[in-house]
């Protein structure tokens, strides 16, 4: 007789081998119940982990927030820590001034955004675009970059740095560099619209968002006092 705790009374049983067959068999139970959830928190606990910076299911903030501590340098050689940035939404995209497509419409998209937000933009916004082709874009070429795009605006930031210090900025977001072994880098399409404290509001993707989607979003964000 097995009882709810696993227990089991061998007096009821005359047969050894019968007596045995029950033993291994709620044993067995036992072991596996106890195998699936030590299985299910170990799975619940990665997932918890890999959320980063980003949402739940239901729109609440994680408790990490997307700025790490990387220094990085702006389009005009200034340093720019990523956690100096927080106290304003920000919009977070990922370009490489040698891309060949989806990067300029990432950057005529957000120019579009810029001009629809007018003074909001430095004052009270923040647009940051981040090379994922350090090796290849510093200050002078995100300069002639920005200028190229009509993209040169008080608040907004071409950053790069050293490939280490891009890796650690992207880890913050989730992402990572393809580098492909001929040297060509791979496009990260990620828009981000990031609260004043850091934490991720929403994610877009940069060749389907329209830009007044991400102005709405960026107004009910200063409406609401970081969230969207």
């Not at 002078?140 to 907004?156: C, F, I, P, T, V």
Request: contains cysteine.
């Amino acid at each position: 007789m097995v009882g709810s705790a696993g227990q089991f009374t061998a007096a009821t049983l005359s047969n050894d081998s019968l007596t045995k067959t029950v033993v291994r068999d709620v044993y067995m139970n036992s072991h596996l119940n106890l195998r699936s959830v030590f299985i299910a928190v170990a799975i619940v606990t990665s997932l918890i982990a890999a959320a980063g910076c980003h949402h739940d299911s239901e729109g609440s903030a994680a408790a990490a927030s997307c700025l790490t501590d990387a220094k990085l340098v702006d389009q005009n050689g200034n340093s720019v820590a990523l956690t100096s940035l927080k106290g304003k939404p920000l919009l977070v995209d990922f370009i490489y001034t040698s891309c060949p497509g989806p990067c300029l419409m990432e950057t005529a998209k957000l120019a579009n955004v810029a001009l629809r937000l007018g003074n909001d933009l430095g004052s009270k916004v923040t647009i940051v675009s981040i090379s994922v082709d350090p090796e290849h874009d510093g200050p002078k070429q995100l300069l002639d970059y920005s200028r190229q795009q009509g993209a040169d605006e008080k608040g907004w930031y071409f950053l790069t740095g050293g490939p280490g210090d891009i890796d650690r900025a992207l880890a913050g977001f989730k992402l990572s560099r393809q580098v492909e072994p001929d040297g060509s880098v791979g496009h990260l399409v990620d828009m981000m619209l990031v609260g004043p404290d850091g934490r991720l509001i929403r994610e877009y993707n940069g060749e389907v968002v329209k830009a007044q989607d991400i102005v709405d979003d960026v107004k009910k964000t200063l409406n609401k006092g970081g969230a969207a």
